[in-house]
């Protein structure tokens, strides 16, 4: 599910990005397990309706969570900010923990730990399964050129 509001901003405004995603994850009451995505984008000249018009500073701060993300953007001068809220379904929370959105730093240290333990796992399962004749070593051989041969052909397209 996805909402989208128009936050005001409080009277003294802000200096900068920074500040800004500061003052949002008080607002929220987010309590980061990462620091926010931080982008900003100069003014510009951009073509609307065949004329001609600057589009000042913008600045978009992301918040994420397994769970949730929150993103933000402001144009400098606005005196309001577009919230995007999204809440991830449970399918969508495993997957942001599998790509490891939102996540401190232990959890994604205990992920590639996890991953390289598995790819040991199975080159030590091979080798134990062919136990060095000539031809299931071969097979497998044959095998891991083809799968590399086919994300090679994948990669190229």
Do not use: C
């Not at 920074?18 to 003014?43: F, G, N, R, V, Y």
């Not at 199975?122 to 994300?151: D, K, N």
């Amino acid at each position: 599910m996805q909402q989208t509001v128009q936050l005001a901003l409080p009277a003294h405004g802000f200096d900068s990005p920074q500040q800004m995603a500061d003052w949002l994850q008080a607002e929220l009451q987010w309590t980061p397990q990462q620091a926010p995505s931080i982008k900003t984008q100069p003014a510009k000249t951009v073509l609307w309706a065949d004329q001609e018009v600057l589009q000042p500073e913008r600045w978009s701060v992301n918040l994420s969570s397994p769970q949730r993300s929150v993103s933000a953007e402001y144009f400098v001068g606005n005196r309001s900010l577009k919230l995007d809220h999204n809440d991830a379904t449970p399918i969508g929370t495993l997957t942001r923990l599998h790509m490891s959105t939102g996540v401190g730093a232990f959890w994604v240290l205990l992920s590639d730990s996890i991953a390289a333990s598995l790819m040991l796992l199975s080159l030590t399962g091979l080798l134990l399964w062919t136990q060095l004749h000539t031809v299931r070593s071969i097979a497998v051989l044959t095998s891991a050129g083809a799968l590399l041969a086919s994300v090679w052909f994948m990669w190229s397209l």
